[in-house]
T-cell receptor
Framework: DTEVTQTPKHLVMGMTNKKSLKCEQH?????MYWYKQKAKKPPELMFV???????INESVPSRFSPECPNSSLLNLHLHALQPEDSALYLC?????????????FGAGSRLTVL | QKEVEQDPGPLSVPEGAIVSLNCTYS??????FMWYRQYSRKGPELLMY????GNKEDGRFTAQVDKSSKYISLFIRDSQPSDSATYLC????????FGAGTILRVKS
């Protein structure tokens, strides 16, 4: 299994809703990542988990809350989002968070905030 | 100055052409360099990665890194319509930093 699976593929939410994005990998990777990608822009790093511990938070607003329940799963909890948070949210994983760090990306969850 | 600079294009070429995609970078800490391909509404997929300076070839794709000039290149030989996508270069020091991506269109 060489895939990173993200659910849901599409999500529409209001500014007062609470929702979660989920990511799963079964490649034995020990680092997992959340990226945000706006239209026609490159992916921007949000969070890095290494060995299930948060190692990088790129000054992301607290309305985004990551969680890594185990080495295969990564969640992104969403609450009180703004319309400008609408984007493609990409999950990625790699064997480690340093060295020859080849990231494998999922297909993304497309989020629309109304 | 952005850490990785990449011309967003679009770059339009006829089928069978040789395509040259280029990036420059400013972060001397980058040790690994990657090229990702992203189709519309999909996640990026890794095409090539290289460590430090040098060339790497994989089928129709060749990646080059020149650390002395901080220049990254990807060459695609015998380009096909299926190569039409956005190509993202990236450098890795302690995190992966992407360029803006170049939109490539290969016309049949």
């Amino acid at each position: 299994d060489t895939e990173v699976t993200q659910t849901p593929k599409h999500l529409v939410m209001g500014m007062t809703n609470k929702k979660s994005l989920k990511c799963e990998q079964h490649m034995g990777h020990r680092a997992m990542y959340w990226y945000k990608q706006k239209a026609k822009k490159p992916p921007e790093l949000m969070f890095v988990y290494s060995y299930e511990k948060l190692s990088i938070n790129e000054s992301v607003p607290s309305r985004f809350s990551p969680e890594c329940p185990n080495s295969s799963l990564l969640n992104l909890h969403l609450h009180a989002l703004q319309p400008e948070d609408s984007a493609l949210y990409l999950c990625a994983s790699s064997q480690a968070s340093s060295g020859a760090n080849v990231l494998t990306f999922g297909a993304g969850s497309r989020l629309t905030v109304l | 100055q952005k850490e990785v600079e990449q011309d967003p294009g679009p770059l339009s070429v006829p089928e069978g052409a040789i395509v040259s995609l280029n990036c420059t970078y400013s972060n001397s800490a980058f040790q690994y360099f990657m090229w990702y391909r992203q189709y519309s509404r999909k996640g990026p997929e890794l095409l090539m990665y290289t460590y430090s300076s040098g060339n790497k070839e994989d089928g129709r794709f060749t990646a080059q890194v020149d650390k002395s000039s901080k220049y990254i290149s990807l060459f695609i030989r015998d380009s096909q319509p299926s190569d039409s996508a956005t190509y993202l270069c990236a450098g890795y020091g302690n995190k992966l930093v992407f360029g803006a991506g170049t939109i490539l269109r290969v016309k049949s």
